[in-house]
């Protein structure tokens, strides 16, 4: 099933913690205190506040519940809107006659449509579904297409977006609350080919990343472009998968693709090292590229001078020879594909997190999400019997927060507490991400069961929803 299949993104969460900085403690600030926030800058976000380097426990953390599918609270921290478009407890079964739990997938891919109005939505049995951004069915379960990884939205279409199945690439256009098909292509030189973790369409509209499996079981790693119905340079794997491609959305020693802004891929392979098929590897048409030797979370894109860049944690641990522009020598950072050594600070003093972005000079914003794994600690069920209560003694700087930080480090705003129970389980994590157009921020979150998931869940423990903020 898909569902077992993305499970293993977690060890890249393991990895993460490995070497990110958890940040210091510092004491907590009251949310409307004066002075201790700037004025806002002219291209901030509708809502939220800049960034005052504190700690800000989010008030009511275990009395807390959200308002029913389709309505709206606001954060009492930082004071953006958030809408909730699922509910778990109720909305649909799987199989089994049980609950399921929702997700918006992942970071790196945007859940929303080009004109923002319908999500991609993921359940924990593995099946997909269309809402719309009240939470309202579009296009449900049984009318949806399978998939062989994950579909990605056109960008501009409203209603169309494109899947890979057996060996071929479909188009799926949304006709009332069914979609109709048709094969846009079919690779014959494959035995299947599939979408993988965790590349979205390219920021032109005309890229898609895939992987074709040969007759000897390698891989050839690609760019497909859509109008020109033509492949990029393809790299060639050396190690071979076992059984089936077809579904396995991450396939043999490949964890993720990513395009780059300039419609270049970077290869993020299973294990950590030096070797040519491992860390982040950045395939040019000719040659491998070093990265990052020990991978991390990382999103790419353009720069304020339309540089491609990726956003991740870097310095020598990660690569020999780099270094961090970072105070601690380990925050987020900007990078310039062109020049590895080029780097800018983002964020310092940071807990364990996802990004997301899809933009340049004229959408500049990166979405960050925070959470933590830590066992005992706050971010925890209060049924589990490592549950602590958020005090000035546990709770990090950001921990469990959605925020957009502007490209070039200059400032950032602080949307909203994410409220979840991330140390729980790997899609308890908020794992939130931009839309195209920069005017959403889709996450995830448990808060609704901050006492503990029904008992009737379909996956024990799980039971997560998807939640909306509106930026622009």
Same mark, same amino acid.
């Given at each position: 099933?898909?569902?077992?299949?993305?499970?293993?993104?977690?060890?890249?969460?393991?990895?993460?913690?490995?070497?990110?900085?958890?940040?210091?403690?510092?004491?907590?600030?009251?949310?409307?205190?004066?002075?201790?926030?700037?004025?806002?800058?002219?291209?901030?976000?509708?809502?939220?506040?800049?960034?005052?380097?504190?700690?800000?426990?989010?008030?009511?953390?275990?009395?807390?519940?959200?308002?029913?599918?389709?309505?709206?609270?606001?954060?009492?921290?930082?004071?953006?809107?958030?809408?909730?478009?699922?509910?778990?407890?109720?909305?649909?079964?799987?199989?089994? @006659?049980?609950? /399921?739990?929702? +997700?918006?997938?992942? $970071?790196?891919?945007?859940?929303?449509? #080009?004109? &923002?109005?319908?999500? %991609?939505?993921?359940?924990?049995?593995?099946?997909?579904?269309?809402?719309?951004?009240?939470?309202?069915? @579009?296009?449900? /379960?049984?009318? +949806?297409?399978?998939? $062989?990884?994950?579909?990605?939205?056109? #960008?501009? &279409?409203?209603?169309? %977006?494109?899947?890979?199945?057996?060996?071929?690439?479909?188009?799926?256009?949304?006709?009332?609350?069914?979609?109709?098909?048709?094969?846009?292509?079919?690779?014959?030189?494959?035995?299947?080919?599939?979408?993988?973790?965790?590349?979205?369409?390219?920021?032109?509209?005309?890229?898609?990343?895939?992987?074709?499996?040969?007759?000897?079981?390698?891989?050839?790693?690609?760019?497909?472009?859509?109008?020109?119905?033509?492949?990029?340079?393809?790299?060639?794997?050396?190690?071979?998968?076992?059984?089936?491609?077809?579904?396995?959305?991450?396939?043999?020693?490949?964890?993720?693709?990513?395009?780059?802004?300039?419609?270049?891929?970077?290869?993020?392979?299973?294990?950590?090292?030096?070797?040519?098929?491992?860390?982040?590897?950045?395939?040019?048409?000719?040659?491998?590229?070093?990265?990052?030797?020990?991978?991390?979370?990382?999103?790419?894109?353009?720069?304020?001078?339309?540089?491609?860049?990726?956003?991740?944690?870097?310095?020598?641990?990660?690569?020999?020879?780099?270094?961090?522009?970072?105070?601690?020598?380990?925050?987020?950072?900007?990078?310039?594909?062109?020049?590895?050594?080029?780097?800018?600070?983002?964020?310092?003093?940071?807990?364990?997190?996802?990004?997301?972005?899809?933009?340049?000079?004229?959408?500049?914003?990166?979405?960050?999400?925070?959470?933590?794994?830590?066992?005992?600690?706050?971010?925890?069920?209060?049924?589990?019997?490592?549950?602590?209560?958020?005090?000035?003694?546990?709770?990090?700087?950001?921990?469990?927060?959605?925020?957009?930080?502007?490209?070039?480090?200059?400032?950032?705003?602080?949307?909203?507490?994410?409220?979840?129970?991330?140390?729980?389980?790997?899609?308890?994590?908020?794992?939130?991400?931009?839309?195209?157009?920069?005017?959403?921020?889709?996450?995830?979150?448990?808060?609704?069961?901050?006492?503990?998931?029904?008992?009737?869940?379909?996956?024990?423990?799980?039971?997560?929803?998807?939640?909306?903020?509106?930026?622009?």
């Amino acid at each position: 099933m898909l569902y077992k299949s993305l499970l293993s993104i977690a060890g890249i969460t393991l990895l993460m913690s490995a070497c990110s900085n958890t940040g210091s403690h510092q004491a907590e600030v009251p949310a409307h205190s004066q002075n201790i926030y700037q004025s806002r800058t002219s291209d901030a976000p509708i809502c939220g506040k800049l960034d005052d380097k504190q700690a800000h426990i989010p008030p009511d953390w275990d009395t807390f519940t959200p308002p029913p599918k389709g309505q709206s609270y606001i954060d009492p921290v930082f004071g953006c809107s958030v809408k909730r478009l699922t509910d778990s407890s109720q909305d649909e079964t799987a199989w089994d @006659g049980k609950h /399921v739990a929702f +997700m918006h997938y992942y $970071s790196t891919m945007t859940p929303m449509n #080009a004109t &923002d109005s319908l999500l %991609f939505v993921v359940s924990d049995d593995g099946n997909w579904r269309i809402r719309n951004v009240n939470g309202s069915v @579009g296009v449900p /379960v049984s009318k +949806m297409p399978r998939f $062989s990884g994950h579909p990605v939205w056109d #960008a501009s &279409d409203g209603n169309a %977006f494109y899947y890979a199945s057996t060996n071929s690439l479909y188009k799926g256009l949304i006709a009332g609350a069914t979609v109709k098909t048709s094969a846009l292509h079919v690779f014959n030189e494959y035995k299947n080919i599939v979408s993988p973790d965790a590349a979205d369409l390219s920021q032109d509209g005309d890229h898609i990343a895939l992987i074709g499996q040969n007759a000897n079981n390698t891989m050839d790693v690609f760019v497909w472009s859509l109008r020109g119905q033509a492949k990029s340079a393809v790299y060639t794997t050396t190690c071979t998968i076992n059984g089936d491609i077809n579904g396995a959305t991450q396939p043999g020693c490949i964890h993720k693709l990513q395009l780059t802004a300039d419609n270049l891929l970077t290869i993020q392979f299973l294990g950590d090292g030096s070797g040519a098929e491992q860390g982040v590897r950045l395939w040019n048409g000719s040659t491998l590229v070093h990265v990052q030797d020990r991978t991390n979370h990382y999103d790419t894109g353009f720069d304020l001078n339309g540089k491609s860049i990726f956003i991740a944690s870097n310095n020598s641990t990660t690569l020999p020879g780099l270094s961090n522009p970072c105070s601690s020598g380990w925050g987020m950072d900007v990078r310039q594909f062109g020049d590895l050594h080029s780097a800018t600070c983002l964020l310092d003093h940071h807990p364990y997190l996802h990004v997301s972005y899809r933009g340049g000079p004229s959408q500049p914003w990166i979405a960050l999400s925070f959470f933590d794994d830590r066992k005992s600690g706050p971010e925890l069920l209060s049924d589990n019997s490592q549950y602590e209560k958020p005090s000035l003694d546990n709770w990090k700087v950001y921990e469990d927060e959605i925020m957009l930080a502007k490209v070039d480090g200059s400032t950032a705003y602080r949307l909203a507490h994410a409220r979840s129970r991330s140390s729980e389980n790997y899609w308890a994590q908020p794992h939130a991400a931009i839309s195209r157009d920069g005017k959403y921020v889709v996450f995830t979150s448990n808060m609704a069961f901050h006492s503990g998931c029904p008992a009737d869940m379909h996956v024990a423990g799980e039971c997560t929803d998807v939640y909306l903020i509106k930026v622009r």
